[in-house]
């Protein structure tokens, strides 16, 4: 790429207003870009993590276009389902990349590079289109591996038909690649096996001065006087539920109140659970804005994964966690990249699968306050030196003009 400015387009269902996971990591991302180059979006109507479009969005025209600070944005009114299950997504994904065709057609900048976001692994053939038509390069950015993720959360065996047909096209899809990305350097070992594409690392950030503890204050959820245990984040197939209702049930329920705050494909069967439990709250999501106030004014933060869930995802929720400055408990897969950034931070307790032990860790980090507010500020440091938005995105910048 030339210095000139350039058109570059990201195609992706998660967008503003979306403020939690890939739909804000995409949203800042763009705003960034938008500040050198011309910028647009493809993508579906907000809806996530709710699983139903936003009602600011719900009566508005099939194909909608709106603006975002300097990002055009192009979208299209996706089949979302109430109760997401394997076709329903299929089908919800199908939804998106076939009336997304016609955003295609109609792009005022026709795009020097196409930015498309894994998930949807479907947004890659978008992104041939316009290759075809408008002779862009592809950048393909993986969020997450869905395929895997999908087979890691139960959902059917690697040597069905399905999934190995869905493996064969996911690796020609990803033959188009003129450059590969994703977010952990586990994730970039398993795009190798996929791709031989030029890959780059695009780990997630954190915006520090949004995730401050120094400009916080007490969030109206958390004004218990107990010790204060905060999950704040997706409520879905990747955590380990099983896991954290026992934990409910070890913890001294006199000393320690649990607050759940989020939404997703489980919430129902985790906030049915919990009814029998006087000191667990659920709460739903809070806008970005409070999200700093919400994360800074726990004692603890807690993360079960479960533990087959290992190469497909580096939780974003984890920086957060790690920038408020208070210590975290986890659970996840031992060659996963929390486990590495834990043990490089020193920024809480690392745990291959539950047991008593947990619950002796929470006693540990919540009966030693200076212990605990040293892990914390070793989290806020780690993060910062390595994960700073600005850092981050300035490395992509440079790479989109060698592209």
């Known amino acids: 790429m030339s210095n000139s400015k350039k058109k570059i387009l990201l195609i992706s269902p998660n967008f503003y207003p979306e403020d939690t996971a890939i739909g804000l990591y995409n949203s800042q991302m763009m705003e960034y870009l938008s500040g050198y180059h011309q910028t647009s979006v493809i993508t579906g109507f907000p809806y996530y993590p709710q699983w139903r479009i936003y009602n600011d969005y719900k009566d508005l025209s099939r194909f909608t276009k709106e603006k975002f600070n300097n990002v055009t944005i192009y979208r299209h009114k996706q089949y979302v389902p109430k109760r997401p299950n394997f076709i329903k997504r299929i ?42 038509l408008y002779k862009s390069k592809i950048w393909i950015h993986v969020q997450d591996f869905e395929f895997d993720a999908a087979l890691q959360t139960g959902v059917g065996k690697r040597k069905s038909i399905i999934f190995s047909l869905l493996f064969k096209l996911e690796k020609w899809l990803f033959s188009k690649a003129d450059l590969a990305s994703t977010i952990s350097y586990s994730m970039l070992n398993k795009l190798s096996e996929k791709t031989k594409s030029d890959q780059f690392f695009l780990p997630n950030w954190i915006d520090e001065d949004k995730i401050n503890p120094a400009t916080s204050k007490t969030h109206l959820y958390l004004k218990s006087e107990k010790i204060k245990i905060l999950y704040s984040g997706n409520i879905g197939d990747k955590q380990d539920w099983k896991a954290f209702i026992q934990f409910c049930n070890d913890i001294n329920k006199s000393k320690y109140e649990i607050i759940i705050v989020g939404d997703g494909a489980k919430k129902e069967w985790v906030c049915n659970a919990i009814k029998v439990f006087n000191n667990i709250r659920y709460y739903p999501p809070v806008p970005f804005e409070e999200l700093s106030d919400l994360l800074c004014s726990t004692d603890v933060h807690i993360l079960f994964q479960k533990p087959e869930v290992i190469d497909t995802v580096m939780p974003s929720k ?29 920024a809480g307790l690392f745990y291959s699968k539950y047991s008593n032990t947990i619950v002796n860790g929470l006693e540990y980090l919540t009966t030693d306050k200076n212990k605990s507010q040293k892990k914390g500020q070793k989290a806020r440091d780690y993060v910062i030196e390595n994960f700073s938005k600005d850092k981050i995105l300035s490395n992509m910048l440079k790479k989109l003009k060698e592209l």
């Open 91 to 132: 089908i919800h994904l199908i939804s998106f990349t076939i009336g997304n065709l016609w955003n295609i057609f109609i792009l005022k900048n026709k795009p020097d590079v196409v930015i498309t976001v894994v998930p949807f692994t479907s947004c890659i053939f978008l992104g041939m289109v316009c290759k075809l």
């Open 318 to 346: 984890v920086l957060g966690m790690m920038a408020s400055a208070k210590p975290s408990i986890i659970i996840g897969n031992d060659k996963s990249e929390i486990k590495s950034i834990f043990e490089a931070s020193g």
